[in-house]
């Protein structure tokens, strides 16, 4: 959804922007180079999915992410303090009683290192506004039907703590290895709005 | 449940029934509307961090306050739900509400 | 002055249907991948802060926040931030 500005109207005001700015000496189109690489290089949803699927297999590593995920992740080369504030990253656990769903309705914060961009429905007014007051409607238009007896939980990151999901390891999967299993986990099951 | 430390100067801790102040401030702030005025009960305390609503006024230093994950039953933000809300809210958008 | 920040949508109606399909990319135009490289360099650069940044979207004329898109969103609060800081001139 645009607003009154046609995409090549803003994309040449950011491009002015741009230049203004390198002109004073604030900032340069290299150094913004190099951000938007380093982004789009390390920020991924296969980061989440290896932390599932270790602590997936690893028992005492999933009591290590459930209690202090800004260090467990550290184990596998992941960390929260790339940013400009400091973040805390909270695991939550779905099991047969409990299903996690994570939402920002303030703004859109969401855990990038570990899931990456966040997508455009996450950002929305529409889920947004919706998931704390109907989250069994918004999950079923996600094709998630949970039975009735399930607890459900929407975590509103209203501060600086980001919240990942924990999903269920599906059934069926004893015979896999960690990347398999890795394989298996999406980017909205993370979120919450996906069982796996 | 994580175990997160809390430090003994917390005002707050898991179990205790909070309400968030009903104060609307004519500043950002992340109190959310739908908390206002609303009982919760404390689950867990998420760190030490600064509050946004002393920094964009440019209150210095800002204050650095405990951060506390509160979680609200659906029917008492929305009058009905089964669900669980739980929300970040710092220790100044709260005081403590006695049990009846 | 009383700001609406109508960005407080928890439990508000009327948004519509979540458009749950998602083409997993993060930006859909040059522009907005700058726009991002831009916001971030400069709040870590000390600039202004991300509180800031969020209050300055927050300060949009409601019907523009509804209209805009989040990167035109964002846009607009770097703009701000930095006019206000007389950087722009």
Not at chain 1, 157 to 180: F, H, I, K, N
Not at chain 2, 14 to 25: C, F, S
Not at chain 3, 39 to 44: C, E, G, I, P
Request: with cysteine; proline share 5%.
């Amino acid at each position: 959804m645009s607003g009154t500005h046609t995409d090549s109207s803003i994309s040449q005001q950011v491009r002015d922007l741009e230049s203004t700015l390198e002109q004073r000496g604030v900032l340069s189109g290299l150094e913004l180079d190099a951000v938007i690489d380093r982004f789009l290089a390390s920020a991924s949803p296969l980061n989440g999915a290896r932390l599932v699927a270790r602590a997936w297999v690893d028992p005492a590593f999933r009591e290590r992410l459930l209690a202090d995920g800004n260090a467990a992740i550290e184990e596998l080369g992941l960390s929260m303090s790339g940013g400009v504030q400091p973040q805390l990253l909270r695991v939550v656990e779905n099991t047969d009683a409990v299903h996690n769903v994570i939402v920002c309705t303030l703004c859109s914060c969401y855990p990038i290192s570990i899931l990456g961009p966040s997508p455009s429905w996450y950002k929305s007014e529409a889920y947004r506004s919706r998931v704390v007051r109907q989250p069994r409607q918004v999950l079923a238009e996600f094709g998630l039907s949970l039975a009735e007896e399930v607890e459900l939980r929407v975590w509103d990151a209203s501060a600086e703590t980001r919240y990942l999901v924990l999903p269920c390891r599906p059934a069926g999967t004893d015979g896999l290895g960690e990347e398999e299993l890795a394989a298996l986990v999406t980017r909205n099951g993370m979120i919450g709005t996906a069982a796996v | 449940m994580a175990c997160l430390p809390e430090p003994a100067t917390a005002r707050y801790h898991a179990g205790d029934r909070v309400k968030v102040r009903t104060y609307d401030p004519p500043h950002h702030t992340r109190a959310p509307r739908y908390t206002r005025g609303r009982v919760g009960t404390v689950m867990e305390m998420h760190g030490v961090h600064r509050v946004p609503d002393d920094v964009v006024r440019g209150v210095t230093p800002p204050s650095s306050e405990a951060v506390y994950a509160v979680a609200f039953a659906a029917a008492d933000l929305w009058g009905e739900g089964q669900h669980q809300v739980i929300v970040n809210l710092w220790e100044s958008y709260l005081e403590r509400q006695e049990r009846a | 002055m009383v700001v609406a920040r109508v960005n407080d949508v928890g439990g508000m109606e009327g948004f519509g249907p979540i458009e749950t399909d998602d083409d997993g990319h993060a930006f859909d135009a040059d522009w907005e991948a700058r726009v991002f490289a831009l916001n971030t360099a400069l709040v870590r650069k000390g600039v202004y802060t991300l509180d800031e940044f969020r209050d300055a979207i927050e300060r949009m004329p409601p019907s523009e926040y509804l209209a805009a898109s989040y990167y035109e969103r964002w846009f607009f609060a770097v703009r701000t931030l930095l006019d206000e800081r007389g950087l722009l001139a």
